[in-house]
């Protein structure tokens, strides 16, 4: 089994824990935990995984079924994030929000196709795990050599806050030398911010209203000490 590599600053940057399994999100820092944060770099969380990591190479994260526009309200949306080398430890996490609070029925497709199964088998266990926190509904996929995470959603007639988090591990049992991934957008909005940690400003930018697939690579950056 490889080393998890989603982790929680405990008290000072150079500390972290290693999760090994995604309940540990939810338990309190005391007991290993990360005290209720999934660190998507979402609204609600605002925390992404470049809180702790840094110092790799970007993790290149390939997202399609973005709507083009607002998503029409009632219809329903697949969303597929997929990354190359699934044989190195990679850990990614989705949220999506309405504006009014609460999420637009995220739910994950059953069956699940082999690239979001563990090994990539057709009959392989399910890579993907569902996290809800309230109101919030955050999907993550395991370390298991899948190669995407995939859900759908059902529009509201509104933009729709989306947050991806992903981190790729050099196998080091570390934080440093890790390589992240951060998006922060309104799906029928223009990107608004594209970067992490917990500092303000900087990071990469463009547009996503209009594109039916993106490719989106993000700079790591620091956090301000």
Known sequence: MRRAVV???????ATARAFTDPQLFT???DKGGA???????????KFACSVCHEGGAPLELHVTGVPEGIPAEGARYEIRVSWDRPETPVAVQLELTKRAGGHPSVTIPDPLPA????DQAATGEPAEYVLDEGPRRI?????CNASALVLSFIGTGQPI???IAGVRSDASGTVAGDGTFELRTAIGETLVASGGGCDAGGGSAGALAGLAALVVTASRRRRAR
């Open 161 to 163: 806050d989306l947050a």
């Open 115 to 118: 690239e979001a199964r563990c």
């Open 139 to 143: 999907v993550g996929v395991k370390d």
């Open 27 to 29: 338990l309190g820092v």
């Open 7 to 13: 982790a929680l600053a405990i008290s000072v940057p």
């Open 35 to 45: 005290d209720h944060r999934y660190f998507t770099g979402s609204r609600a969380d």
